[in-house]
């Protein structure tokens, strides 16, 4: 249930699952497949994601229950380092954190939807879900909860139910190997398996969409690690689950270098009807991702209204203390993407981007902890991360690798990274200098 302005911990956790089951799921296996031909390879590849996401969510649990505010990393930015780093943070995920990932889900809506029912135009059917979405989300907690906890209901029902009739569709699973071989090695040790890293963390991205509106939950410092950790966990057994579903009904070749594999899944277990029912499918799933984006996302701009006049109006809260203005102006951004053409270039870069992001704000565990060992606040009764310091050493690492390689092969895209943050610099200079004017 959800108490008069707040979200329940249900709720939370469906906002976290939504953000995170997207397009990426669907679209990541055929890169992989095009240099990696084991089974074994391809599971450890998202085991491996998903324990980099479990170790971001305990880290974001503890620095949630230690610095408790909307905002996400925003918020840690801001308190940790300096109200810069925030507001360059807050830019990021305002613009190619949010924004940009909405008008590509709704996008991939529309697109799969107009497969199916050709007369429809795949713009103007992602430009409705987005303004409908956002007309609800504008309106009361009770509204936004009911509309997330539905379609992030049925989108796990989904997977699923599709899970369980193409296993069972198939006269006879893929021939795959799933276990370790010597052959395997390479692969681990190689670019593809660090570049196939990459779109691989882009799917799991927005396990820490609870962070964004901590403000908004019920009891934030006991409800919040749960939120984050089941949910991430959550994620990570569909994801095994739907790639090796993917791999069992349809051959290797079929899928290689495609970008529509839930098509190609579905058509080898249930014949050409399956291309209908998974583009009905999965247009039902992006609704969720949408949905819990258009939630998040406006809590970034909300505490940036609150902290610099500039931006006042962000701040507003209609009578149900929904900022409602701010959800209307992060609509209206994923609507310029969706509309200018230019939003896919974008997102070539943003998964570098917010990957640098979260590393910053990762490596704000260690300076809390040594401010509180210093401080005698180590045993304050808030949430710790267990095993620590394996989390953050172990996300540090899988990240700073990744962009490694990314830098390496992606030398423009990183440039373009880098230019974003610039601008967010700037930004906060002008936002400084005309707020105090």
Known sequence: MTSKGKFSERTAMAIVIANMIGTGIFTSLGFQLADIRS??????LWALGGLMALCGALCYAELSAKLPRSGGEYNFLSRIYHPGAGFISG????????AAPTALAAMTFGTYLASVYPVFNPLWLASVLIITITAIHATSHKNSADL???????KILLIIVFSIAALMAVDSVQNVRYVPDQSDIPLFTGGAFAVSLIYVSYAYTGWNAATYLTDELENPKKTLPRVLVVGTAAVMICYLLLNYVFMAVAPMDAMSGKLEIGYIAATHAFGDIGATIMGVS?????????????????RVLQVLGEDYSLFKFLSRKNSHQIPAMAIWFQ?????????SATFESILIFSGATMALNSLVVIFGVFILRRKDKSSGDENDGNFRIPFYPLPPVIFIAITVWTLIYLAIGNPVEIAFSVGLIVTGGIGYYLTQKYSAE
């Open 282 to 298: 999965l247009s039902l799933l992006l609704v969720s991702t949408v949905s819990a984006m258009i939630v998040a996302a406006p």
């Open 331 to 339: 609509s209206i951004m994923a609507l310029g993407f969706l509309w």
């Open 39 to 44: 089974g074994f390879v391809i599971m450890a």
């Open 148 to 154: 997330q906890g539905f379609f992030t209901a049925g």
């Open 91 to 98: 830019w990021i995920s305002a613009t190619v954190g949010f």
